[in-house]
Every structure is written in C-alpha cells, then in structure tokens.
C-alpha cells in the first residue's frame, strides 16, 4: 500500500459512509428511497480489496451490502445515489433495486459482475469467472490474464447456502483463482452467525478443508486488513490455491432501513462502535504521518462538497424512460456494452441455410455431430456436466469429445447443478460460450434460483452485461419405461422462466439447426432433448450439414390438411403422425419446434384454415405450455372455429414406472384419435 492508496481509502470510506447516512436520514425519511441498506462498518475491508484488485481481467461478485466496494472499483457517487433514487443514470436505468450492483470495467478495473437479490448466488458465477481465467491464459495463451483472478464477497450467513459450498468444492478440487471473502458480522438480518455455521467461524471450520487457504482477520484493523488481503491476493494470481478470507467488520446499522436491531442488546452496539472502522483509519493514517489531524479535516469537507455534488447530480436525473420498459429481455441486435472487449454479440440469419444432406444419423448422434463441429469451428465453446468426459454423457451425447477437444474443453463437474448453472453465468461473463448437460429434467430443481438469474441479466443490467450459454437436458420418458425422476417434461416451467429461449425438436434434422442455431446466438437457451427419441427410428433423420441452421421461432408443418389442426411439439409429433396415418380425413400436424418464442402465425394460418385444433403435449395439462397456444387462438381466431379447442396432455400426475400405467397418462394414438373425432364430429 502505498501513501495514495491509503489516501484513496480513506476519501473512499468516507464518501461512503457520508452517502449511507444521506440515504438513512435524509432520503429514505422523505420517501425518496424506498429500500435502503446501509454498508456502515463494512467499508474499510471492501475498499481495501478493490485496491488490491488493480490488474487485468479481474471480476468480483457483490451482494446488497457492497457499494464501497463498488465506489472504489470506478462507480461514481452519481450513479451511487442514482441507483436507490430509481433515476435513469443508474447501473440498471430503474430496473433493480439500487443495491443490487454492476459495473463495467473502468480504465482497466475491476468487472463488478452483475449481482443477484439472492443470498449465496454470487459464489459460483465468481468461481466460473475463475475458471474462465485459467482457460483464457492457458488454452487460448491470452498472457492478460495470467494473474487474473475473483472474488465472491458476501456475508457470514450466506456460508450456510448450497452456492457458497458448490463454489467452494468447485474451486478447491480445480485449484482455480478465487477469493471467497467473508464480512462476518455475525448477524444474518436478526439470526446470529452460530445458526449459520457451528461456533459462528467459518474459518476455523474450513481449517482442515485440502487446497484452499485460510486467512481470518479485524476487517476494521487498516493494517492488518490489508496485508490479509495482499496475502490473499498474492496468492490467487500466483495460482497456488484458492483463499478463504474471513474478516470480522460491525455492523453498525440495521439489516436494511426498516430493521431497528431491537434484537441486539445495548452491549452489543457499544461494542460494534467501538470497533468501527472509521476512527479506526482516521488513527491509523495519523500515527503513520499519511495524514494529519487538519488534512483529514480538509479531506472530509472535500468529501463532504463531492457527495453533494453528485447527490444534487442525481436527483436531477430523469425518470427512467418507461417506454423502454420492456427492451432487452432478448437481444435485439444491438450490441451490448462489452465486458473488457470480450463479448462480441451477432445476428444470425432468420432463414434456414441450403441443406447438404448427409448420412442418417439418430438423435444423439446428430447433437454429439453438432457439438463436436462447434467446438472445432469455436475455441470458447466449452461443453461440461456430470459424467460428460471419459464417459461421454449417460445418454452419449459427448463421447469421445473430451479425447479430441482435451479436459479443459470437456469436462467432468461435481454433482451440483447449481453449481453447473452458475460457473456458466461467470464463464460467459468472461466471454465463454457454456455448453452445461442437465443429466434429466428433474435433476436441474437445485438450480433454479441460477437459472431465474441468468435470464434477467440482460434486463435487470439494461443491456450492461448478458449470459448466453446452451443448457442441454434430456426430457420425457424413455424408449424402455418411465418414471417420476428421469421422466419429466416441463417445458411450460421453462416458457414462464424469463429471458430464456427454449427449443425442443423432434428429429435429428431439427436437433442440428437448432443447436447450431443457439450455439451462435447471444440468449441463454434451454436445448431439450426427448429420451424416446435419442436412439430410436422416430428421430432419425439424413444429417443436414455443418453450416445448417434453424430459426427459433418458425413451425414445420409436417403434413398439410383442411379438416383440424394438431399442434405439438417434441415425441408427441410422432404419435400424432401415427395417429392421422389411420384416419381417412385430411388433418394438418404442425411441430413447434420451439416453444420460446412459438410460430404464433403458423398456426393462426392454420386455425383459419381447417377451423377445428387439438394441442398435444406430454407436459403436464394444468397450466402446461398448451393452454398459452389455446388463449392465443381463442383470441385471434374466434370467429373461424367450428369447434371448441381441445387440450391433450398427461394429466396431472408424475409419469408412473410401470408401463401399463404410463400409458394411461401419456397421450396414445388411440387418445389422439378419439379427440379428432371429436372435433370433427362436433
């Protein structure tokens, strides 16, 4: 540290905390910030760090408590005060609580990686950035970022979330450059620190835990706090193993400005006083002549003429556009603002390309093709997931991948779907193109709270940052039996989840342009993949070629007709085609092949056309992807149906073991006819 870092420290700790108290006593009170958190005793540490941070290529996740941290990584007092005041010179433009914070690297500083309202999800999108550091040095020889490292910040109580372990297994078992820094300030809101982890010390818990170092340490102590930190620092650039750092910091506010600590006892708060970090720095830099008692009086009034400044600054802001409320939950093909020049983000064209038919593969084996290609044609495609490498996927989607392409690029994970989901987050943040395998539909559960994160990014950070990324996962029954586990559908799950692209072919044709399709595109992309089809004749198809693509969001009409319309999508196709193959009227079958965004116009043309519709899918009926397709024409194409429109799909119930009774649940031929006839006959 040298006498301008610790004259930057102290101008940062005070600027932030004059901003904390504004915000407490002057806006919230007047109505002008409606959620507030205070980082007051936090400071000192999170300061420190982000000087330590200097360098290439280094990212942090943050959480609600982080804006010294972020202040001092380049986000001006402006936008500091715009963020709570919901003003249009946010990081978000409106979008998301001030808070929760992003920040573009400044003059090569710090990527504040775009941060979650949920505790504990700032660990593995930290650890997949780690990764990406590693692969960019060493792979791709990017010498920038050979030192390049991040840190997850986060509270005590968030080492009790599945996130913090699924970082921590991740980082320690692949020795990948990550810092997990720990403010304890033993209070999860109002539940002390000996709930969260046995004896309230992480530290002393992790002691044993091979390859990560542990450091624990008074974060409001300025000498030892930074030379903790340096340690630290010095440690993950130079590789050598990740690092636990625990500081202890008071915290001299309540949880957020509603909570008035009335749980705390009169002690308690004496003592977090007395340890607060400002005083604390004010003596230090003192005794080490860096400033005197009348220069950190000058330093406070400058302070104290910036932070009104920019106050003034942001309370002059404009309200937020609301007419732009609803851009950038895809992209648009506008370019966003580039991660360190990393992401470089594309149109695809909207027609298919010219087909140059090949061998006729299965459903499988079109994926693994199409993998395979990508990987070849892109050195940041990475393609990972359990039991993925030596094995080559329980259903061989990757085998042999990892013997051509190395481990680096195709690779085994441990079993944590949370963990999946969110190193992809940090991987793309990186600019990484993540391929994740879910082994089974029913196995992503655990990454839900990633998953809902992922698809907001590009929204909640107003087009700032974005996580493209393909998540593969083998849905439905199988070819052999089914059952409650392995046998889910649930892409109506998928359709409500927001900013996600969703595709579900129903043959290896389809599989290769729509893979190819997501794999150059910029939106995550949930790729479902039919177990019934995998390897059997249904899914077969000629191989259309290395460059074929299929557009999201254009229907294949499978077979003409003028008297009812099917609409499905998935292994329901075929069983509807086996189905009209018996019956003598003309019926046209229309396959989605996408669910998000869905080929509305199609089948609208359709509807007008024949007057009469049946929507088969094997999802679930209540609430299922089907009743969306069935509000839709029931509003556009009223006036032309001769018939009510009818819903097939399992009913509601998980999909049985026994095969005589997943064939009662399961629509059948025989099912798909009696409703034709139905309709037909109305």
């Keep these: 540290m040298t006498k301008k870092d610790w004259l930057f420290t102290a101008k940062m700790l005070l600027t932030s905390r004059l901003m904390d108290i504004i915000e407490e006593t002057e806006l919230a009170p007047s109505g002008k910030v409606l959620y507030q958190f205070s980082a007051r005793g936090h400071e000192l540490a999170q300061i420190l760090l982000a000087v330590a941070l200097k360098g290439n290529h280094n990212a942090a996740s943050v959480y609600y408590r982080s804006r010294p941290f972020v202040l001092a990584s380049g986000m001006t007092i402006e936008e500091g005060f715009a963020g709570p005041l919901a003003k249009s010179g946010s990081r978000n433009g409106g979008r998301d609580i001030g808070v929760v914070h992003n920040l573009t690297p400044r003059n090569g500083g710090i990527t504040v990686l775009p941060a979650s309202g949920d505790v ?12 990406a550091a590693v692969y960019r040095s060493s792979v791709l020889n990017e010498k920038d970022w050979n030192e390049s490292c991040a ?25 990948y450059p990550m810092i997990f820094f720990i403010e304890d300030n033993n209070y999860g809101i109002s539940v002390p620190g000996n709930y969260q982890t046995p004896g309230s010390n992480i530290a002393e818990n992790l002691a044993s835990f091979k390859n990560l170092m542990i450091l624990d340490g008074d974060g409001a102590n300025p000498e030892e706090t930074a030379q903790l930190i340096k340690k630290a620092v010095d440690a993950v650039r130079n590789r050598t193993s ?18 008035n600590q ?26 080490k002549k860096i400033l005197t008692v009348k220069e950190w009086n000058v330093l406070e009034t400058e302070v104290e003429h910036e932070v009104r400044a920019g106050l003034a600054l942001a309370l002059n802001q404009a309200e937020p556009n609301v007419a732009s409320t609803l851009d950038h939950v895809f992209f648009n093909g506008a370019s966003i603002q580039q991660v360190g020049g990393i992401l470089a983000e594309k149109q695809l064209p909207r027609t298919t390309s010219s ?53 680096q690029r195709v690779f085994d994970t441990s079993l944590s779907e949370e963990g999946i989901i969110g190193r992809s987050i940090g991987l793309a943040f990186a600019g990484l193109l993540p391929v994740p395998e879910i082994q089974f539909r029913k196995y992503l559960d655990p990454a839900m709270e990633q998953i809902n994160d992922t698809g907001t990014i590009r929204w909640r950070t107003n087009n700032q940052f974005a996580a493209p990324m393909v998540l593969r996962i083998p849905v439905g029954h199988s070819k052999r039996t089914g059952d409650p586990w392995h046998s889910v559908s649930g892409e109506a799950i998928f359709a409500h989840t927001l900013g996600w692209r969703v595709a579900m072919p129903s043959n290896a044709r389809d599989a290769v342009g729509l893979l190819r399709t997501a794999l150059r595109g910029n939106d995550p ?73 869905w080929d509305k116009q199609t089948v609208l043309d359709s509807i007008k056309k024949t007057n009469r519709c049946l929507i088969l899918h094997e999802d679930t009926i209540t609430s299922g992807f089907g009743a969306e397709i069935s509000a839709i024409i029931a509003k556009e194409t009223f006036a032309f149906l001769d018939a009510p429109i009818e819903r ?23 099912n798909i006819i009696e409703r034709l006839q139905f309709l037909l006959n109305y």
């Design 242 to 259: 990740p690092v636990l750092l625990r500081m202890r910091v008071p915290r001299l506010c309540g949880h957020s400005g509603a909570d």
């Design 525 to 597: 992309t949930f790729f479902l993949e039919h177990r019934n089809l995998l390897d059997t004749s249904p899914g077969r198809a000629n191989y259309p070629g290395n460059d074929f693509l299929i557009p999201f969001g254009v229907a294949s009409i499978i077979q003409s007709g003028t008297k009812a319309t099917i609409v499905t999508w998935g292994e329901m196709v075929h069983r509807a085609i086996e189905a009209v193959k018996t019956m003598k009227e003309s019926i046209e079958i229309i396959d989605l092949r996408t669910i998000v965004p």
């Design 648 to 670: 097939l799909a399992t009913p509601d119930v998980p999909i049985p073991y026994n095969l005589g009774m997943m064939d009662v649940v399961i629509p059948t031929p025989d």
């Design 355 to 407: 087909e140059n038919e090949g061998q006729r593969v299965n459903l499988i084996h079109a994926v693994r093709m199409t993998l395979e290609q990508e990987l070849v044609t892109n050195d940041r495609v990475l393609v990972f997931g359990e039991d993925v490498g030596v094995k080559g996927g329980v259903h061989g989607a990757t085998v042999d991948l990892q013997t051509k392409f190395s481990e």
């Design 151 to 175: 840190v997850a910040l986060g509270g005590d109580a968030s080492t009790a979330t599945n996130g913090f372990w699924s970082a921590l297994t991740i980082a320690t078992t692949q020795n």
């Design 262 to 287: 009335s749980y705390k006892t009169i002690e308690t708060k004496e003592d977090e006083l007395e340890r607060d970090p400002l005083p604390r720095l004010k003596a230090f830099l003192q005794k």
């Design 120 to 131: 504990g999800a700032q660990y593995t999108p930290a650890v997949g950035w780690a990764q």
